[in-house]
């Protein structure tokens, strides 16, 4: 399988950030894969953000719940992030992810994609 993220690499503040994986080599709707969206601010640890499943049943870390919204688009197999009111703290590496618990086979991660929140 391979991800392939994509989106603006620079949005102003108090803007909607939104990114879009395109997943080929397999179907978002395969069970039991989880969808997964990672970030990871500079000089800091990887910090899950939500996870969209198989079945379409959303996730979300509780600290940016009320700003996240992940949802799928089956036909072009492409799962998006849309996070709203960024502040420059949201500047960021943005990863998605396809998780396989029930294989307990590696995560398979896009290559990133830089966003920087910026006037």
């Known amino acids: 399988v391979q991800l392939q993220e994509s989106g603006p690499g620079l949005v102003k503040p108090s803007q909607t950030l939104s990114l879009t994986c395109t997943v080929s080599?397999?179907?978002?709707?395969?069970?039991?894969?989880?969808w997964t969206w990672i970030r990871q601010p500079p000089g800091k640890g990887l910090e899950w953000m939500g996870t969209i499943a198989y079945s379409g049943v959303t996730y979300y870390s509780p600290s940016l719940k009320s700003r996240t919204s992940i949802s799928r688009d089956t036909s072009n197999n492409q799962f998006t992030l849309q996070l709203s009111s960024v502040t420059p703290e949201d500047t960021a590496v943005y990863y998605c992810?396809?998780?396989?618990?029930?294989?307990?086979?590696?995560?398979?991660w896009g290559q990133g994609t830089q966003v920087t929140v910026s006037s």
């Open positions: 080599g397999g179907s978002i709707t395969t069970k039991y894969y989880y």
């Open positions: 992810v396809r998780v396989d618990p029930s294989s307990g086979s590696s995560p398979s």
